[in-house]
Nanobody, 124 residues
Framework: QMQLAESGGGLVQSGGSLRLTCAASRRTFSSLTMGWFRQAPGKEREFVAAISWNSAWTYYTDSVKGRFTISRDNAKNTVYLQMNNLKPEDTAVYYC?????????????????WGQGTQVTVSS
C-alpha cells in the first residue's frame, strides 16, 4: 500500500504562482509514472499532468501547457507541480496519483493510489 500526501495549496491572485508537493511513502514510487489531477466544484475530475518514472517525458493537458511544470525527485519520493500565471479557472482540489498508464490517449487509466487533495483557489 502506498500513501500520498499533497501540500502547497492555498489562495492566490490571478497571475500568481504556487508549487504543489506530493510525498510518497514507498520506494516503489521511483518506478511509477506520477500524475496530477484536479476537480473543480460541480465538475468531474480531470487530468492535469504526468511524468515518467525517470523524468524522460512529461505530458500536460492543453489548458496548462506553458504555465505548469511537473517534476520529481526520486531520492525524496516526491513529485512537484509548479503552477505559474494562475487563472481563476485553475481553482480546484488538486490530487496526486501514482501508477497512471496510457498517458496521452483516450484510454488514460488512473493509478490505484491517491492523495487526500489540496485546495487551490485563484481569485480574479
Amino acid at each position: 500500500q502506498m500513501q500520498l500526501a499533497e501540500s502547497g495549496g492555498g489562495l492566490v491572485q490571478s497571475g500568481g504562482s504556487l508549487r504543489l508537493t506530493c510525498a510518497a511513502s514507498r520506494r516503489t514510487f521511483s518506478s511509477l509514472t506520477m500524475g496530477w489531477f484536479r476537480q473543480a466544484p460541480g465538475k468531474e475530475r480531470e487530468f492535469v499532468a504526468a511524468i515518467s518514472w525517470n523524468s524522460a517525458w512529461t505530458y500536460y493537458t492543453d489548458s496548462v501547457k506553458g504555465r505548469f511544470t511537473i517534476s520529481r525527485d526520486n531520492a525524496k519520493n516526491t513529485v512537484y507541480l509548479q503552477m505559474n500565471n494562475l487563472k481563476p479557472e485553475d481553482t480546484a482540489v488538486y490530487y496526486c496519483n501514482a501508477g497512471l498508464t496510457n498517458i496521452a490517449t483516450p484510454a488514460l487509466k488512473e493509478g490505484d493510489y491517491w492523495g487526500q487533495g489540496t485546495q487551490v483557489t485563484v481569485s480574479s
